[in-house]
């Protein structure tokens, strides 16, 4: 059983950062792949991007080359560092976590935080 807390969300100009956090309490953590997902206004939950119990990472084509996941299994937590971002990307954002890997749909997900807006202006 895993509970997921997310953070790190904000108002921020097109082009500019944010990194978001998701701290994760249970056990057996480091053996679950975690994954972002987001959900704008009016739009279905969408993949953004993964990492796996091994560190291997995965993007969405939206996002690739300016978002980062990763992952301190000492401190049970992830990361998503979100550069260069625009107001596509305005969204509430959502860590899940699975002990399955490399999935990419929100049904594969057990474990869901309660999410992080993020809200980008031009």
């Known amino acids: 059983q895993l509970s997921l807390v997310e953070s790190g969300g904000g108002s921020v100009q097109a082009g500019g950062s944010l990194r978001l956090s998701c701290a994760a309490t249970?056990?057996?953590?480091?053996?679950?792949?975690v994954a972002w997902f987001r959900q704008g206004p009016g739009r279905d939950r969408e993949f953004v991007a993964s990492?796996?119990?091994?560190?291997?990472?995965e993007y969405s084509g939206s996002v690739q080359g300016r978002f980062t996941i990763s992952r301190d299994n000492t401190y049970n937590m992830v990361y998503l560092q979100m550069n260069n971002l625009n107001r596509q990307d305005t969204a509430t954002y959502f860590c899940?976590?699975?002990?399955?890997?490399?999935?990419?749909?929100?049904?594969?997900?057990?474990?869901w935080g309660q999410g992080t807006q993020v809200t980008v202006s031009a």
């Open positions: 899940a976590a699975d002990l399955r890997q490399w999935r990419r749909l929100p049904g594969d997900y057990k474990y």
């Open positions: 990492i796996t119990y091994a560190r291997i990472t």
């Open positions: 249970g056990r057996s953590f480091e053996t679950h792949s």
